[in-house]
């Protein structure tokens, strides 16, 4: 009788199996938020897919496990975007299930722009131009020209061709996202500086003049906030020489002291590395630097960062899960 029980339960769970968190009900942020335990959990898109994962790797979870070209999040919305297939997919993190509905078909662009809701997602790229999807009212698809460099005709028309080949395919998803709850921004806490708004013009403040090696010397002392952190992120050398600008940023604590010692004579690669040794050249020092949401952590430059380390992590990292995701940008 006792066998009998125990292979009549056995079946009974595989018709009707235990609950996971996301057929419980518990919406997709939540449930990572938990599995990371206090944790910031990090973002990443690759060829692989769409990763969550903390710094030091102990929590991991995929989100999607197709190849992917790009991906963005709009941390106001908690919608998560990504370019695959020659489509735009989202993923709406309130929800329990994490399979993304389609958006816009026939997208084969890498970079993108989403507007709509209260919020945004942009993969950032300054340099090119960019299809961008508004998801208001009667939805479009343009042409975002690039932020700085060059005009290039050839490119704009690329461009333009994508988004007469794009389309909005799922309406009746982007409709009812009009009711839409959006998240509010994070502001700055007691004694701190606040953050530039979008497009603020940065402020100046006078470095020590061993810090200042700037072909026009009105450039160095340039500086916004690091985040929320209190300290401001200062531009210390400058040369727009024959091309594009180089630039290399300190931090400068708030009674106007550098973090950091005197930057090396002018070099060729201006950029040794903020809070790493002169054999880091690829890490950015002028930004964009992407911050979690108790800024003790950064992403900059495809690593994810703090005060005493920057390291690689699988795939390439674009967003906090949860946000604010505040930028810090010099460029």
Not at 170 to 189: H, L, S, Y
Not at 267 to 277: A, I
Request: aromatic letters at 6%.
């Amino acid at each position: 009788m006792k066998k009998l029980l125990a292979l009549a339960c056995l079946l009974l769970s595989l018709v009707n199996p235990a609950p996971t968190q996301a057929q419980s009900g518990a919406p997709l942020l939540k449930a990572l938020e938990a599995g990371a335990k206090g944790r910031s959990v990090v973002l990443t898109w690759s060829r692989d897919g769409i990763l969550a994962t903390t710094m030091d790797g102990k929590f991991r979870q995929k989100l999607y496990d197709k190849p992917v070209e790009n991906a963005a999040l709009d941390s106001m919305a908690d919608l998560l975007w990504f370019a695959a297939e020659q489509k735009i997919h989202v993923i709406d993190l309130r929800l329990p299930a994490r399979e993304p509905r389609v958006v816009v078909s026939g997208f084969t662009a890498t970079d993108f722009i989403i507007q709509g809701f209260g919020g945004a997602a942009t993969t950032h790229a300054r340099d090119r131009f960019i299809p961008m999807v508004v998801l208001q009212g009667q939805p479009t698809i343009s042409v975002r020209p690039p932020m700085e460099g060059n005009w290039d005709e050839a490119e704009n028309q690329r461009a333009l061709a994508l988004t007469k080949v794009a389309t909005v395919v799922d309406q009746e998803w982007v409709t009812a996202q009009a009711a839409r709850k959006i998240n509010a921004p994070a502001g700055p806490k007691a004694g701190q500086l606040p953050p530039p708004p979008p497009g603020a013009q940065a402020t100046k403040l006078e470095l020590p003049e061993e810090f200042r090696q700037c072909a026009d010397l009105n450039a160095c002392g340039r500086f916004i906030a690091f985040g929320q952190t209190g300290l401001r992120l200062t531009v210390a050398f400058q040369n727009c020489a024959g091309g594009p600008c180089k630039k290399r940023c300190v931090l400068v604590d708030a009674a106007g002291k550098p973090l950091l010692p005197p930057p090396p004579p002018l070099v060729k690669e201006p950029v040794p590395g903020l809070l790493l040794p002169p054999g880091e050249p690829r890490t950015i020092s002028c930004g964009p630097f992407v911050f979690n949401a108790r800024n003790d952590s950064w992403i900059n430059d495809g690593r994810v960062c703090n005060r005493e380390d920057c390291q690689k992590v699988q795939g390439t990292p674009f967003a906090w899960l949860g946000g604010p995701n505040e930028r810090a940008d010099l460029h």
